[in-house]
């Protein structure tokens, strides 16, 4: 028989073994979104999990450089991706432009779940044997890959690389009073005159009426091709996502008030800061 010694050595030796494998998860990272600059963060969040032990499986335009711990579904060759696709004053705009920019959203979900769930790729994934512990995804107009929590049954975490567009606030019942909450389609700052809270408010009602009834129908019918009839409703399983994580801070955008599931991580994607040099 071992000593007490020898077996308080065994077992402590056995936690040490085993601690890391009992905090590391299987974790289904999906950005759909062709653009690099609104990958970074999620490529930042990706690295940051892969060095921290856990399994990550990535689907999407973007992968890391590793292979550890990580695998990757390419959704399109590289020249199919937005990389410096936009000018930043092409976002100025005419006032009806920005009234309407939810259908923006719309043509992009039409996009994404159209060519990305009919990539070869995607489809052979799907048909694969896989258990994930939770998915990680965008949260801003692909709804359609939800519908992967139908099939992995998993808990979700959203991230929105924007400032939270008022269809998605909607979705944790955070507040979205137009009296003090620009929209993030406008060009409005606080203090806002009558007028301008009209506008707010009448805007921001269009697009959430505009999302629900066109964009989130779109990713519907598309997921129900790949996940049959008896998927349930985009819609309630987007209000089952337990966190959802901003790429926005307080100092830079308007202070807001965020529900306990909205999180900001504003820089997320700076990495570490360094000092100036020296003049």
């Not at 990305?116 to 489809?123: E, G, I, N, P, V």
């Not at 359609?144 to 400032?163: A, D, E, M, N, R």
Request: charged residues 15%; contains cysteine; positive net charge.
């Amino acid at each position: 028989m071992l000593s007490p010694g020898k077996v308080l050595l065994f077992e402590v030796l056995t936690v040490l073994v085993l601690f890391p494998l009992v905090y590391s998860f299987k974790i289904l990272v999906v950005n759909p979104f062709p653009a690099k600059s609104i990958s970074l963060p999620f490529l930042k969040l990706t690295g940051g999990l892969v060095k921290k032990g856990h399994q990550i499986t990535s689907v999407g335009h973007f992968p890391l450089e590793t292979t550890t711990n990580y695998t990757h579904v390419q959704l399109s060759k590289p020249e199919n991706v937005y990389v410096s696709f936009y000018e930043l004053n092409s976002f100025s705009g005419s006032r009806s432009q920005k009234w309407f920019s939810v259908k923006l959203a719309d043509a992009y979900a039409k996009s994404l779940c159209g060519k990305d769930f009919a990539s070869d790729s995607l489809r052979r994934f799907l048909k694969e044997t896989n258990n994930f512990d939770v998915m990680i995804t965008s949260a801003f107009c692909s709804d359609c890959f939800l519908s992967l929590i139908h099939k992995y049954k998993v808990p979700i975490v959203g991230i929105t690389t924007l400032s939270i567009p008022i269809w998605i606030a909607e979705r944790f019942g955070n507040p979205s009073n137009p009296s003090h909450i620009p929209n993030m389609g406008l060009d409005h700052v606080n203090p806002m005159g009558f007028w301008v809270r009209m506008e707010n408010l009448l805007v921001g009602v269009y697009q959430i009426l505009f999302y629900d009834l066109f964009v989130v129908s779109v990713g519907e019918e598309t997921a129900k091709e790949y996940f049959g009839q008896d998927l349930p409703s985009l819609r309630t399983i987007a209000f089952n996502i337990s966190l959802l994580l901003e790429n926005t801070y307080f100092t830079y955008y308007s202070p807001q008030p965020w529900v306990p599931a909205i999180v900001e991580m504003g820089g997320i994607q700076t990495g570490k800061i360094q000092k100036p040099p020296k003049v």
